[in-house]
């Protein structure tokens, strides 16, 4: 089933690899943002902008570029978005901008910055949602074109906004998580009335819901008891918000002698799986899967297992290179992107993650951490 879905993929896989091959001895940093740390509305925070990537020369037309803006430069799926983007920006020789925006103020100071540049659009993981109109809004007074990515424009009337956006098919790919748990937890023959589910979830961005939703729906669908899944809201997508999040859910039940883990990325996986190694609750008596395509497969290449069993691999290049792809084409042919594209994702466990990243083309998407 997994493996089908991935085949709809379709002709990507050659590129996939041309992409890597591009990466090749280019292992360059991640840009970093000089503004890591600061807190929304911090004073004198400024923009990150990196340098631009020059395109081959001769390539024509000059003078195209494009920004990458993503809400988390710090988070290894973000730097995966724009090493893909660098992809494209190589092969078709515009010029790449990546800024890390993590609110609403630094967004809007980012869109002047690419618009007083002269970019003529933008690919954008916003930090709010809801901040959709006024992004477009901004982007409208330079005439720019905007793609969403991963997280979807709401508008003011709290409907999905009509802007291009490429994200997960996350409700599909949740459900992927909680089929993959329920089969594993059958395998190793836990009673359900031992084993409960820890949900670290950020239910306020759509696409979080939709991936918990989904995998709490397989698992209920296979028989999980649906009163022994505990969600628990984290303020922020990061570890450590995760690790506070469960350790609340861990705290509050006690007695649960086997736990199913799922969340919205590796990420909050790994931080209930940390909240439940400090409690002595370690692979044995541990399943979880994350979502992701990097910092999840540093955790299965280490040597030792933890609870972390595995990760829905999701594909960075689709959504960064292909997102700039379209971008580029839009700007230069006026050829306008699908509104919505959804991607898909493949389990990857310890048995068969050097497989699947083999097959997705994805070998270097956690190598350089
Ligand atoms: C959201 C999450 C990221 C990543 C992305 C595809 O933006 O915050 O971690 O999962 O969707």
Redo the contacts with the bound molecule.
Sequence with gaps: MLRTKWVHLGGVFPALIAGVLLFCGCGEAPQTPQDKGTKPGQAGATPVVAKPVPGEQGKQPAGIRIGFVV??PE?L?FQNEWKFARVAAEKYGFELLTLGASDGERVLNVIDTLGTKGAQGFVI?TPETRMGPAIMARAQKYAMKVIAV??QFVGADGKFMQVPYMG?SAREIGRNVGKALWAEMRRRQWPPAETAACVVTHDELN??KERTDGAAEALVEAGFPAERIFRSNERE?ILPSAHEAASIVLTQHNDVKYWLVFS??D?GVLGAVRALGERGLGADRTIGIG??AGTGLLELKKETPSGFFGTVM?SPYR?GYETTEMLYKWIKDGVAPPLDTRTAGVLATRENYKQVIKDLGLEDVAGDK
Excluded: P, R, S, Y
């Design positions: 809400k988390q988070e799926w993981c991963d997280d997960l696409t979080v997508m919205v990325n990420e979502i992701g999701i959504h």
